[in-house]
């Protein structure tokens, strides 16, 4: 049916989203806000109130469910957001909040593991059973999917790939964790390679970020470019550690340093290549997401396909 969508809701850190998206991909409708406050009680208003609106909008299409992303502790099963610390969730039950609201079931899933549905409906995962999907952005994170589904471990935190240790003894982590991916390939960590690699600290008016760097490494800047260098091998050898156990058939890359692919792609590929087991066929394919910045949005209206 034309006028039949699915009710996305993005739920972020800094902003949340609200979509309407036709089971094949088709965006009826966005709109992005900004939080205004951190509280339970605050975070459902605007949350409710940006619901209303979009469907308000949009009378005319019939919604055959909803989903949301949620940006820390998940419960799928009982649809319960379990925690997100910082703004000051604990155990609320949004699933069954947002049903007798707005009457259609409604489904939650942790944001990274959402995104991996989205890639598999939507992205660069269609068609592919066994494939890591990892987020490098602020932070690493990721997600699985195996033998045609969503796996989620045996306590629901399957495919943390920012957690696995790729320097011995390096730079601790909040949770004194030393050396993990994260550490050395998010954000932060990109730009402490820059700096190592004798980079310039002086920053532009935006910070010094990715954005920056990647613009000085097409520049032919050399500390930039040995900083993406870095990316790639960091990168590549937890994509090798995993591979080696799960014998992928692709790895998919989404967040905002996944824009600079290009510049960290040959280290990668080539630490990919010389960390894993020599097999009869070609190491996993590494392809970027081309979902851009809606991922998570798609990756919520996965959520009620994949139900």
């Known amino acids: ?15 949340y989203m609200t979509g309407l998206i036709r089971p094949d991909g088709t965006i009826i409708a966005q709109e992005r806000r900004t939080w205004t406050a951190y509280t339970q009680p605050l975070i459902r208003a605007q949350l409710m109130q940006a619901i ?40 609320y039950a949004i699933a069954t909040d947002f049903e007798r609201e707005f009457s259609i079931p409604f489904f939650i899933e942790n944001d990274g593991r959402a995104c991996v549905l989205a890639e598999r409906y939507f992205g660069a995962g269609q068609g592919c059973d066994n494939f890591l999907y990892i987020t490098v952005s602020n932070g690493v994170g990721g997600g699985l ?7 989620a471990g045996a306590f629901g935190n399957a495919g943390e790939i920012g957690q696995v240790v790729v320097v011995e003894s390096g ?13 050395y390939a998010a954000t932060a960590g990109l730009v402490q390679n820059y700096i ?3 980079g310039d ?4 008016d935006a910070g010094l970020n990715g954005e920056h760097i990647a613009a000085l490494a097409r520049a032919g800047y050399a500390p ?10 960091y990168l590549g050898k937890a994509i090798a550690a995993v591979h080696n156990v ?10 905002g340093l996944s824009l600079a692919f290009d510049l960290f792609k040959p280290s990668l590929v080539e630490t990919v290549r010389t960390q894993t087991y020599k097999r009869t066929y070609e190491s996993p394919e590494i392809a970027v997401t081309p979902l851009g910045y809606t991922g998570a949005l798609f990756g919520a209206a996965a959520l009620v396909l994949n139900r």
């Open 1 to 15: 049916m034309k006028n039949r969508a699915i009710l996305a809701v993005d739920i972020g850190g800094s902003k």
């Open 52 to 91: 209303s609106d979009m469907l308000l909008a949009h009378s005319d299409v019939e919604i055959a469910g909803g989903g949301a992303t949620i940006p820390g502790l998940a419960d799928p099963e009982s649809g319960i957001w379990r925690s997100t610390e910082f703004m000051g969730i604990k155990d």
């Open 196 to 198: 190592e690699a004798g």
């Open 171 to 183: 730079r601790l982590s909040d949770d004194g964790t030393a050396g993990t991916l994260e550490m």
């Open 224 to 233: 930039a470019t040995e900083a993406f260098r870095l990316e790639g091998y």
């Open 246 to 255: 799960l014998d992928l058939e692709k790895v998919i890359l989404g967040g």
């Open 145 to 151: 999917f195996l033998n045609g589904r969503l796996h």
């Open 201 to 204: 600290r002086s920053e532009p």
